[in-house]
């Protein structure tokens, strides 16, 4: 969906937009469509509405949404991540394409490569994408193929912060789509297409969403020849229609409503995740604290370059997967789940769960080790969650 632009600001727009209230009852909060097909007025004549899979009222007001907060010109929404993510590659990409990945990425993004998309002919290399001069390199090798630049940042789940805007103008000399997965930044926190980036790709599921009650994803973008300027099978908007991994209307709506508190809730997770980042790194149980707003984060200063803000996330290195284990079983006030980004605070062990589909030797030299522990942090009193990850730990 196409989005004209405001001169509100975010806090406003995530309110508004979309957000009309409905022409024939002044309700002010649009109603749920729950419709599969609209009435014609006549062949090749509607209202701008035909086919559910098509458009719907509902994902029209997230779409827009969507594409005003990452400050673009087109959204698209989706079932999942992951189906936006496989809309953009098979929309971009084809047979002998070459793709260069940062190496740390979350594990459905490694299946999806690795098992689904290599027997496609698609070529692949998972690289750490803070060296430039090998960014560089790969691109100049691989410019005469179709290609992607693919990139988290922070990454999922060590956390690394990768030059959105050097990778971006390196990835331009070659003619390379640069797609950045802005789930865990959120666009409260960092704006990828401002950075010189071409596609933003979201899991929806997570901060966007906030509340753990829906699955779903988004694309967002400026560039018409990527969005449906030709309406060709290579196109983002064709794909998602043509391949129908659209949300449902009840979805669309709930997820339109949850991000009308977006900028309440990202003050809050990044406020309580500093608190605790800090508790973490005083603990002398614990090896490594991974968080990119404090000094010892790699990163740091990019990360204040490029970033409005440091996150909710949390990664910590607890020694062992014996010592990991134990921790786990304790924690009582964060919920040991995958997925994060909802009110409530969530914590997993990477190598079991979320990254278990990364082989073992490629998790043990990306970082992720059996010691390692992931934590979303949520909006519950910062004191409360550090009394609880003190008592995991001193048990």
Wanted: with cysteine; net charge neutral.
């Amino acid at each position: 969906m196409k989005y004209k632009k405001t001169n509100h600001r975010l806090g406003t727009n995530v309110v508004h937009v979309g957000q009309e209230p409905d022409p024939s009852t002044g309700a002010v909060v649009p109603p749920i469509y729950m419709t599969s097909t609209y009435k014609q007025e006549g062949v090749n004549k509607h209202k701008g509405f035909d086919y559910g899979r098509t458009r719907n009222p509902n994902r029209d007001n997230l779409e827009q949404c969507i594409a005003c907060l990452e400050d673009a010109k087109y959204g698209l929404a989706y079932s999942s991540g992951m189906a936006a993510l496989d809309n953009v590659i098979q929309s971009l990409l084809c047979k002998d394409s070459y793709m260069l990945v940062c190496d740390d990425v979350y594990g459905g993004t490694f299946r999806l490569l690795d098992k689904s998309f290599k027997k496609w002919g698609l070529v692949f290399d998972f690289i750490d994408m803070g060296n430039l001069e090998l960014v560089d390199e790969k691109l100049w090798l691989n410019q005469y193929k179709n290609n992607i630049t693919l990139m988290e940042s922070p990454t999922n789940p060590l956390l690394k912060i990768i030059d959105i805007n050097e990778i971006s103008r390196i990835a331009a000399k070659y003619g390379s789509i640069v797609v950045v997965d802005n789930t865990f930044a959120t666009p409260y926190f960092q704006k990828p297409l401002n950075l010189g980036a071409d596609v933003v790709v979201h899991s929806t599921t997570k901060y966007i969403n906030g509340h753990s009650t829906v699955i779903g994803g988004a694309v967002a973008l400026n560039r018409k020849d990527l969005y449906n300027e030709f309406e060709d099978y290579r196109e983002l908007k064709f794909n998602q229609n043509a391949l129908g991994a659209i949300p449902s209307p009840f979805d669309c709506w709930l997820m339109r409503e949850n991000i009308k508190t977006f900028p309440l809730r990202m003050e809050k997770h990044q406020k309580n995740a500093f608190k605790i980042a800090e508790f973490l790194s005083s603990h002398p149980k614990i090896k490594k604290v991974i968080y990119p707003g404090l000094n010892s984060h790699p990163q740091h200063e990019l990360a204040k370059k490029q970033m409005y803000g440091f996150g909710g996330m949390v990664s910590f290195d607890i020694g062992s997967f014996r010592a990991a284990d134990k921790f786990l079983k304790k924690i009582k006030l964060f919920t040991l789940a995958e997925s994060l980004g909802g009110v409530e605070s969530l914590i997993e062990h990477p190598a079991k769960m979320t990254h278990a589909s990364i082989p073992k030797e490629i998790r043990e030299k990306n970082g992720i080790t059996d010691g390692l522990i992931r934590a979303s942090v949520g909006i519950e009193d910062a004191e409360d969650l550090i009394e609880d990850l003190e008592r995991a730990l001193n048990s």
